[in-house]
């Protein structure tokens, strides 16, 4: 089974700084996806960034941008001019490229705060 | 284009009793799948239904249970609920089932159980 692991619980980053939060995952598959979710105060996930596992260029959207190590199966996330509306928990997701369906498993999630 | 919807938002039931929840996905959209979130727990897989069918199923007692209709809108069941299952739930839709899909995430109804 897989595991994906985030080391951080919480983070803090100056507005208009830039942060990075952490994710490691274990699997035996060679092809995957990967997810970067943001759960603001309103509950509602929302994704931020996706990245397949086959792709060697690491995903960008905006100001979020992936740092994707396969064999250290490693992949974080790198929030630039960061904003206050950038305040929420982050999740990773791993999602099985082989296998059935779309099932995510999640990472324990990462505290941002936004300092003004 | 509407995104995932959840009802009830909020939900208060007391031990024994049974809840049912509903999910509808965005349209076009004929993939559902169930995650819990709790503080303890995290987000876990519930199970997912594609075409009407539950095609997974999580690591959850038999007293979780779901349904798909027709126009791919889901509803979830837990029966003799126990205070542990005092959580989020969300759902989450996507377009097809099994080909790399992102799914997107509905608002959840938070159930608590007293």
């Known amino acids: 089974a897989q595991t994906v692991t985030q080391s951080q619980p919480e983070m803090s980053v100056q507005e208009a700084e830039t942060v990075t939060l952490s994710c490691t995952y274990d699997?035996?598959?060679?092809?995957?996806?990967l997810f970067w979710y943001k759960q603001p105060p309103s509950r509602q996930m929302i994704l931020v960034i996706r990245?397949?596992?086959?792709?060697?260029q690491n995903a960008t959207e905006n100001r979020f941008s992936v740092n994707f190590q396969k064999a250290a199966k490693s992949f974080s996330l790198k929030i630039s001019d960061s904003q206050l509306g950038d305040a929420a928990m982050y999740f990773c997701a791993y999602r099985s490229y082989n296998n059935a369906g779309n099932m995510l498993t999640f990472g324990g999630g990462t505290r941002l705060m936004v300092k003004p | 284009k509407a995104g995932v919807t959840q009802t009830p938002r909020y939900l208060i039931k007391t031990r024994g009793q049974q809840v049912t929840l509903s999910c509808s996905p965005i349209s076009g959209h004929r993939s559902v799948s169930w995650y819990q979130q709790t503080p303890g727990q995290g987000l876990q897989f519930l199970f997912e239904y594609f075409s009407e069918t539950q095609r997974n199923k999580g690591n959850f007692p038999g007293r979780f249970s779901g349904r798909q209709f027709s126009n791919s809108r889901s509803e979830m069941n837990v029966s003799t609920l126990e205070l542990g299952d005092s959580a989020l739930y969300l759902c989450?839709?996507?377009?097809?089932w099994g080909i790399g899909e992102t799914q997107y995430f509905g608002p959840g109804t938070r159930l608590l159980v007293l």
């Open positions: 699997t035996s598959e060679s092809d995957y996806y």
């Open positions: 990245q397949e596992a086959y792709k060697q």
């Open positions: 989450a839709s996507s377009l097809t």
